[in-house]
């Protein structure tokens, strides 16, 4: 009797094969959790990333525009650092031109994609010294 006592007390002194296997399988659980979320975390902050660039790239595009005496009705096209990019000028859709004043607004749209496919489009009017008749 007192041999049978000892086994059972050197048995429930530590854990099983079963309690081994559920700990890990909550740990691999919690990794698998975890490297899902850094995976997410990554690619957004890289799709941010490419956002931002393609914003400063747009932002470049537009401060670089022909001064107001330059910039005529039409279009241009050209690539900068792997963007490539598009700017068309055109009339402002307004309902009656008003004949007194000296300035005509134009639409600027400015069009930019990166290597990747990713289009922005920037819309701005300018306004330009009317031809003098």
């Known amino acids: 009797m007192l041999r049978a006592t000892r086994y059972r007390q050197h048995w429930s002194e530590g854990f099983t094969l079963i309690e081994v296997l559920v700990a890990l399988a909550v740990v691999a659980a919690s990794l698998a959790a975890i490297?899902?979320?850094?995976?997410?975390?990554?690619?957004?902050?890289?799709?941010?990333?490419?956002?931002?660039?393609?914003?400063?790239?747009?932002?470049?595009?537009?401060t670089a525009l022909p001064?107001?005496?330059?910039?005529?009705?039409?279009?241009a096209a050209g690539e900068i650092a792997g963007y490539r990019w598009q700017i068309n000028v055109l009339p402002y859709p307004t309902g009656r031109a008003?004949?007194?004043?000296?300035?005509?607004p134009r639409t600027v749209v400015t069009t930019v994609r990166s290597s990747s496919g990713t289009t922005l489009q920037l819309h701005t009017v300018r306004l330009v010294r009317r031809p003098s008749e």
């Open 67 to 75: 001064r107001r005496e330059e910039l005529s009705i039409g279009q």
């Open 98 to 104: 008003n004949a007194a004043s000296q300035w005509e």
């Open 35 to 62: 490297g899902s979320l850094i995976a997410t975390s990554v690619r957004g902050a890289r799709a941010v990333e490419q956002h931002v660039a393609l914003v400063e790239r747009g932002r470049a595009i537009m």
